[in-house]
């Protein structure tokens, strides 16, 4: 079992910056992906970006403003995010997911940005 802790989250004003992290705890051995996603009102949860071993991948929307990074000695991932929009008012999740095909998720973080 694996358990994500979330924090970073905040109010911030449009083309500022925050970043999320993710620590994890209890049998991480066998996580092979980190990723964050997000879920804005009346909205599906889409993702955000994601790491593996010498890969990253990101949303459109957000590729040249957010980078994902990972600290494997803390089982940590971190999403800093810059030159934040509006529109990416949402609840930031982090997901673990390990080479069994289980998925875990971190409780959700506020992000709110105002223009």
């Known amino acids: 079992q694996v358990q994500l802790v979330e924090s970073g989250g905040g109010l911030v004003q449009a083309g500022g910056s925050l970043r999320l992290s993710c620590a994890a705890s209890?049998?991480?051995?066998?996580?092979?992906?980190m990723g964050w996603y997000r879920q804005a009102p009346g909205k599906q949860r889409e993702l955000v970006a994601a790491?593996?071993?010498?890969?990253?991948t990101y949303a459109d929307s957000v590729k040249g403003r957010f980078t994902i990074s990972r600290d494997n000695a803390k089982n940590t991932v971190y999403l800093q995010m810059n030159s934040l929009k509006p529109e990416d008012t949402a609840v930031y999740y982090c997901?673990?997911?390990?080479?069994?095909?289980?998925?875990?998720w971190g409780q959700g973080t506020q992000v709110t940005v105002s223009s």
């Open positions: 790491i593996t071993t010498g890969r990253t």
């Open positions: 997901r673990f997911g390990d080479s069994r095909g289980i998925d875990y």
């Open positions: 209890g049998s991480t051995f066998s996580i092979n992906v």
